[in-house]
């Protein structure tokens, strides 16, 4: 558990972790000789995507944990693509947040799910 004291730290740290999910995901399927060579995570946060394709030590970002850093380290060496998505195409939004009638079904379409019908 982490106490995010920045939305930038919260998206950083976040996005930390779907890094590491993404890169066990990807071992995972070398395993069963499935290979693929880029791994895209997409965040929403513009400051965070700039913190880890930037290796300068801001002050304002001291304060973020150095085990934070593997994020930065896997876009730096190549192993993870971390892009921005816009927040209206943010289909985890759909998961985290309420959301009006027609944003929250836009989204599902992007989850591929269906409509519920009684």
């Known amino acids: 558990m982490a106490l995010a004291i ?3 730290e919260a998206e950083y740290v976040v996005a930390k972790r779907a890094c590491q999910q993404a890169l066990w ?5 070398e395993y069963y000789d499935i290979h693929c060579k880029d791994v895209l995570v997409l965040c929403d946060n513009k400051d965070a995507i700039d913190l880890s394709k930037n290796p300068v030590h801001h002050s304002r970002t001291k304060h973020i944990k150095i085990r934070h850093h593997s994020l930065r380290d896997n876009v730096q060496k190549g192993n993870i693509l ?3 998505v816009a927040s209206e195409d943010n289909i985890a939004d759909i998961l985290t947040k309420p959301l ?3 944003t929250f ?3 599902r379409l992007g989850l591929e799910m269906l409509e519920h019908k009684e």
């Open 100 to 102: 009006k009638c027609e």
């Open 82 to 84: 971390l892009e921005k």
């Open 25 to 29: 995901m990807k071992q995972a399927m």
């Open 105 to 107: 079904n836009y989204l």
């Open 6 to 8: 920045s939305t930038t």
